[in-house]
């Protein structure tokens, strides 16, 4: 890094160590530590806070997020066995989600913000009353693999790593269980826009769509290695498949094509534009790719230079991407442009949320134990 790239006032904390080689008994290990605390020195005076509020109650890892419709209100859940409900202006806490035994990997409001569902790895989830800031349901199962809420009704949905699926209606507790088709961890799943079908993927490679109603199987595909992540686009017509990255229809199951650029074997993550149907897969190796589905075609590729963790879209064609050197990449699919980088986090980015429907805000949890807001221009 030149010179020029630290400010003043921190070149004057630096303190530059001459050698003149005269002590021949030098310890090899002193020299050593010098190196990795000069290294320590340089990483952090890289890394710009730009962020305009920090969260830093959590004392470890921050693995999930999510805002109220207002965006005035965060939930934020980490490896501290914690869950944390707080104003998002003030970074003050309203309440605390206590009473979890392991990590809190997902945490979510229902669609009017009346709850909030926290889940842990050891599968307690817990529904908590945000307006009297109090637990109003709970229940302990196996171990828990994804949570989340029906986008219109007070409807929690949950996979666990035995393959079943649960369906509660709240903050009755009703429940429905969509059964493991081969006792496989049902690893990842989405809802279908019309609110009555899911899709879910399995550890095992099957991929099946559920009618939640009628608790039973409209298809189901074991073709696949292992899935690990999907999406479904707008009209409910396709699914986009990871690691894979299949495009799957949805009328029966069947494999359309294969969204991988000729040095890829799999991705990590993949998403669909809700306006624009276009699909962005990020892969370990840190390269991002936006295709149009219909024609099969890459539209935009472009690499940075660490491996992407999670995607989030944006109004219309912006898209954040996080990655593992702790930065937020605000990009425009449509241009295939970056439009800027959002830095402060010293570890990966492991969720992100966004704080209005333009996206002027966002919110960002990380390894590092901090959450972060930024503004977004």
Same mark, same amino acid.
């Given at each position: ?47 710009? &806070?730009?962020?305009?509020?920090? =969260? ?6 921050? !693995? ?7 965006? $005035? ?15 998002? %202006?003030?970074?003050?806490?309203? !309440? ?18 009346? =709850?909030?569902?926290?889940? &842990?790895?050891?599968?307690?989830? $817990? ?20 949570? =989340? ?14 393959? +079943? ?26 809802? @279908? ?5 899911? @899709?879910?993927?399995?550890? +095992?490679?099957?991929? $099946? ?14 073709? !696949? ?12 017509? *396709? ?6 990255? %299949? ?12 969204? *991988? ?10 998403? !669909? ?10 892969? *370990?190796?840190?390269? @991002? ?11 935009? $590729? ?39 980088? *959002? ?35």
């Amino acid at each position: 890094m030149d010179d020029q790239d630290i400010p003043e006032d921190e070149l004057e904390d630096i303190e530059v160590i001459y050698s003149d080689g005269e002590d021949a008994d030098y310890d090899e290990q002193q020299a050593e530590n010098m190196i990795e605390d000069s290294n320590e020195v340089e990483i952090e005076a890289e890394v710009i &806070d730009l962020s305009i509020l920090t =969260f830093s109650k959590h004392t470890k890892s921050v !693995f999930c997020s999510d805002v109220n419709k207002s965006g $005035q209100i965060a939930v934020t859940g980490g490896e501290d066995d914690i869950a944390y409900v707080w104003d998002t %202006n003030s970074g003050d806490v309203l !309440f605390e989600c206590t009473g979890h035994k392991d990590s809190v990997t997902e945490a979510c409001f229902n669609y009017d913000g009346q =709850f909030v569902a926290t889940g &842990d790895m050891a599968g307690m989830i $817990q529904v908590w009353s945000v307006e009297e800031k109090k637990l109003v349901w709970c229940f302990e199962g196996d171990d828990m693999e994804w949570l =989340f809420w029906h986008p219109k009704a007070n409807v929690l949905l949950c996979g666990c790593h035995s393959g +079943d699926v649960y369906v509660w209606q709240m903050p009755q507790g009703h429940c429905k269980v969509l059964p493991s088709p081969d006792n496989a961890a049902a690893t990842c799943a989405k809802l @279908l826009p019309n609110g009555k079908q899911l @899709l879910a993927g399995y550890e +095992d490679g099957n991929l $099946q769509l559920w009618n939640i109603k009628e608790v039973t199987s409209e298809w189901s595909n074991s073709q !696949f290695h292992t899935v690990t992540n999907v999406d479904v686009n707008e009209e409910g017509l *396709l699914a986009v498949v990871a690691p894979s990255s %299949n495009i799957v229809k949805l009328a029966d199951g069947k494999v359309t094509t294969t969204l *991988l650029p000729n040095e890829e074997t799999e991705i990590e993550a993949a998403t !669909f534009n809700r306006e624009t149907g276009v699909v962005a897969t990020g892969s *370990l190796s840190g390269q @991002l790719c936006v295709w149009e589905v219909g024609k099969q075609a890459l539209r935009h $590729q472009a690499r940075i230079e660490c491996s992407v963790t999670v995607l989030k879209w944006g109004p219309a064609t912006k898209i954040f991407i996080g990655a593992t050197d702790g930065a937020v990449y605000v990009c425009d699919v449509k241009t295939g442009s970056l439009l800027e980088t *959002l830095t402060g986090h010293k570890a990966d980015v492991l969720s992100i949320s966004l704080l209005d429907p333009d996206g002027k805000r966002i919110l960002t949890t990380s390894d590092d134990a901090t959450v972060k807001i930024f503004n977004v221009n």
